[in-house]
């Protein structure tokens, strides 16, 4: 919203259709955009957080709309929605889009404008060493907040991996990346 200055119409690459993840975080960017009259969604469409459907569906929009301001995706399917835009030969618009490696490579490589929310990979890592506390006995926190990172233009280079594979997360824990990847 604050890339376009309140001012566009974008359209919005959701998660997988009526689940609670994918429905919250459709909710919340629709509250932030009401905050901002100029902006107008032209188009909503699940893409199951995969990349082959995000590039289905933007490349039906790119024949299909006159003009695209700007993308919000909750996820991997932002890196299909760049490879429409890249195989079109059309300028990549303001994107969101996740931590994964392909989508931060993609926005390295080419230099367009957009914001990443991690979704933590440590999550996991978290949930086995806390369970694993729980049958040894030791006391945990009956609820853990693991901070979201907001990945911007500034920030790009400390998450991006060129080095490493596309499904590498980027907000991963740097202890389990050098146990994966040890060169």
């Known amino acids: 919203m604050k ?12 998660g997988v259709k009526d689940s609670s993840v994918a429905e919250d975080r459709m909710r919340c960017a629709r509250e932030v955009f009401a905050q ?8 909503q469409e699940y893409a199951n957080w995969s990349p082959v459907d995000g590039k289905k569906a933007m490349q039906g929009w790119l024949q299909t709309l006159d003009h695209i301001d700007g993308i919000w995706s909750d996820g991997s399917q932002g890196v299909g929605a760049v490879e429409a835009y890249l195989e079109a030969g059309v300028p ?13 490579k993609q926005w390295k490589q080419n230099g367009f404008s957009a914001v990443a929310v991690s979704y933590p990979a ?8 806390t369970a694993l506390d729980v049958l040894a006995g030791v006391p945990v926190q009956h609820h853990v907040d693991i901070p979201l990172k907001v990945i ?5 280079d400390a998450y991006v991996r060129m ?4 499904g590498f997360w980027g907000d991963s ?8 990847f040890p060169q």
């Open 36 to 43: 901002a009259p100029g902006i107008h969604e032209l188009a």
């Open 173 to 180: 824990d740097p202890e389990v990346v050098k146990l994966m």
């Open 3 to 14: 890339e376009l200055g309140g001012q566009g119409d974008i359209v919005l690459l959701s």
């Open 152 to 156: 911007t233009n500034d920030t790009l």
């Open 163 to 166: 080095d490493l594979p596309d």
């Open 92 to 104: 990549v618009p303001p994107i969101t889009g996740g931590d994964i490696n392909a989508f931060l």
């Open 122 to 129: 440590r999550v996991g890592q978290l949930g086995v060493t």
